[in-house]
């Protein structure tokens, strides 16, 4: 455990810093927590959500994956928009992607990396699905970011085809999916100009209430 010890130094000093800066930080922060934002990110280390949207503990609730997937089936990323939009009422939710994911790339190789291959499964079918827009671009990292545009695309949708979100939507709460992405190579965050609000930006089919 020696070896980890830097980090709980490091943490002794970031807290300190915390407290020097704003006395009442932990005591303000241990009552409780409302963020305005929840984002759905990838895993990768690269990203530290807080950080590049220059927000502090207690500003943006979390939840990151491999690929920053939502699948409507996975209880993990269902409990966490519950728990943000119905407790903590985020009122943005926010999916961003990032070019050179791992994960990306990774769903479109023939090749296997292991169980983590059922888990971008859910990146393979998009690409069946887009697959005559996305072989059209010859060049390997276009169309790579290509897909990790569309997958964020596509898990925005998953966010609003829950009846999570369309309840929020029905009971007059202010509540937009967000789509965007991240470019490692600069640090920025990019608006792919996706941003759902209301039940009627729905395709029919995945309306699980009636349009008024
Ligand atoms: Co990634």
């Given amino acids: 455990m020696k070896e980890l010890q830097n980090l709980f130094e490091n943490n002794r000093i970031w807290a300190e810093n915390k407290v020097k800066n704003d006395p009442q930080v932990f005591s303000r922060l241990s009552e409780k927590q409302a963020p305005k934002y929840l984002w759905i990110g990838c895993s990768d280390s690269r990203i530290p959500a807080n950080e590049i949207l220059g927000l502090e503990p207690g500003e943006v609730f979390v939840h990151r994956n491999v690929g920053n997937l939502f699948p409507h089936t996975d209880f993990n990323c269902l409990s ?34 292991g169980l983590v291959d059922n888990w971008l499964r859910n990146i393979r079918d998009i690409y069946s699905r887009e697959k005559e827009q ?79």
């Fill in 80 to 113: 966490v928009l519950q728990y943000g939009i119905d407790y903590l009422n985020v009122e943005h939710v926010i999916v961003c992607g990032h070019y050179r994911c791992g994960g990306v790339i990774a769903a479109m190789e023939n090749a296997q990396f």
């Fill in 134 to 212: 996305l072989d059209a671009i010859k060049d390997k990292e276009l169309k790579s970011n290509r897909l990790v545009e569309l997958n964020v695309l596509y898990q925005v949708m998953n966010v609003c085809h829950t009846t999570i979100v369309q309840n929020a939507w029905a009971n007059n709460k202010k509540l937009s999916i967000h789509g965007w992405t991240y470019d490692l190579s600069t640090g920025l965050l990019k608006d792919l100009n996706c941003c759902i609000s209301s039940l009627d930006q729905i395709e029919d089919t995945y309306r699980t209430l009636k349009l008024h």
